[in-house]
T-cell receptor, first 114, second 113 residues
Framework: DTGVSQDPRHKITKRGQNVTFRCDPI?????LYWYRQTLGQGPEFLTY????????KSRLLSDRFSAERPKGSFSTLEIQRTEQGDSAMYLC????????????FGSGTRLTVV | GQQLNQSPQSMFIQEGEDVSMNCTSS?????WLWYKQDPGEGPVLLIA?????ELTSNGRLTAQFGITRKDSFLNISASIPSDVGIYFC?????????????FGQGTILTVHP
């Protein structure tokens, strides 16, 4: 078990481009979460999945953001037409349903939009 | 929306000193958690609290779930240099928010040897 893996670790993109991030959770975890963290702030909830079902989505997740978890294993987060305000650390976490809130976070993907 | 106010924002202490930080909310939470984040890494869970009044320890760390369910504190005793990092409180309100954590703004801890 290598923990929660996120790829890439860093991404620099030009404004207006689309980007996609991948998260591989701990294999036996059926819940997967996406959070966004800007400098000097705590993580903010974006969305979460139980297996392949997206159960909750934050109002922060504009129409330009979409997340999928097609087979209930890895997940992708896509941002279309990136804006400078999208620059942040995107964190993925996983847990077992019913296992309390002991999320395991990945190391994050740092996005810089120039 | 729900917000957690964490204080202090930063602390500069000498190695060996004890540290205390707290978190308050305007609304009730059913679960309180404390995380530590090192630069360039994701947060790591330190302590989870599930019942009002609960006091839980993890080594030199002790955390309490406030009786009103609107606050929590974290104490670190006999600090060491590797305690340096950002500490976050987080809460879950249950109900339709099941699965979602709300985080505080963090307390930056610096420990001087």
């Amino acid at each position: 078990d290598t923990g929660v893996s996120q790829d890439p670790r860093h991404k620099i993109t030009k404004r207006g481009q689309n980007v996609t991030f991948r998260c591989d959770p701990i294999s036996e975890h059926n819940r997967l979460y996406w959070y966004r963290q800007t400098l000097g702030q705590g993580p903010e909830f974006l969305t979460y999945f139980q297996n392949e079902a997206q159960l909750e989505k934050s109002r922060l997740l504009s129409d330009r953001f979409s997340a999928e978890r097609p087979k209930g294993s890895f997940s992708t987060l896509e941002i279309q037409r990136t804006e400078q305000g999208d620059s942040a650390m995107y964190l993925c976490a996983s847990s077992l349903a019913g296992g309390g809130y002991g999320y395991t976070f990945g190391s994050g993907t740092r996005l810089t939009v120039v | 929306g729900q917000q957690l106010n964490q204080s202090p924002q930063s602390m500069f202490i000498q190695e060996g000193e004890d540290v205390s930080m707290n978190c308050t909310s305007s609304s009730i939470f059913n679960t309180w958690l404390w995380y530590k984040q090192d630069p360039g890494e994701g947060p790591v869970l330190l302590i989870a609290l599930y019942k009002a009044g609960e006091l839980t320890s993890n080594g030199r760390l002790t955390a309490q779930f406030g009786i009103t369910r609107k606050d929590s504190f974290l104490n670190i005793s006999a600090s060491i240099p590797s305690d340096v990092g950002i500490y976050f409180c987080a809460g879950n309100a249950g109900g339709t928010s099941y699965g979602k954590l709300t985080f505080g703004q963090g307390t930056i801890l610096t420990v001087h040897p």
